[in-house]
C-alpha cells in the first residue's frame, strides 16, 4: 500500500476514563516516505455513531491532503 491510515481511540458507550475520556480518537496517515501526519479529536460523548463518523471524516480528509 502507499498510503496507511490507523485509528484508535475511545467510541463510547463507555470504556472512558479520566486519563482517555470517550470521545478521545487519534487518526494518524502515512505515505512510504515522509512524516507521518497524527490528529487528536476530543469530541467528547457526542454518542458512538457520531465519534465514529467525525473520525472517518477526519481520516479521509487526512488522506485527501496527502493525495493532493
Same mark, same amino acid.
Given at each position: #500500500?502507499? +498510503? &496507511?491510515? #490507523? $485509528?484508535? !481511540? $475511545?467510541?463510547? /458507550?463507555?470504556? !472512558?476514563?479520566?486519563?482517555? /475520556?470517550?470521545?478521545? $480518537?487519534?487518526?494518524?496517515?502515512?505515505?512510504?516516505? !515522509?512524516? /507521518?501526519? +497524527?490528529?487528536?479529536?476530543? %469530541?467528547?460523548? +457526542? !454518542?458512538?455513531?457520531?465519534?465514529?463518523? &467525525?473520525? +472517518?471524516?477526519? &481520516? %479521509?480528509?487526512?488522506?485527501?491532503? %496527502?493525495?493532493?
Amino acid at each position: #500500500a502507499d +498510503i &496507511a491510515v #490507523a $485509528v484508535t !481511540g $475511545v467510541a463510547g /458507550p463507555g470504556g !472512558g476514563t479520566a486519563a482517555k /475520556p470517550v470521545g478521545l $480518537v487519534y487518526v494518524c496517515t502515512a505515505q512510504r516516505e !515522509g512524516t /507521518p501526519a +497524527i490528529a487528536e479529536l476530543r %469530541l467528547g460523548d +457526542i !454518542g458512538r455513531a457520531s465519534v465514529r463518523r &467525525a473520525t +472517518i471524516l477526519k &481520516a %479521509l480528509e487526512m488522506v485527501a491532503e %496527502l493525495v493532493a
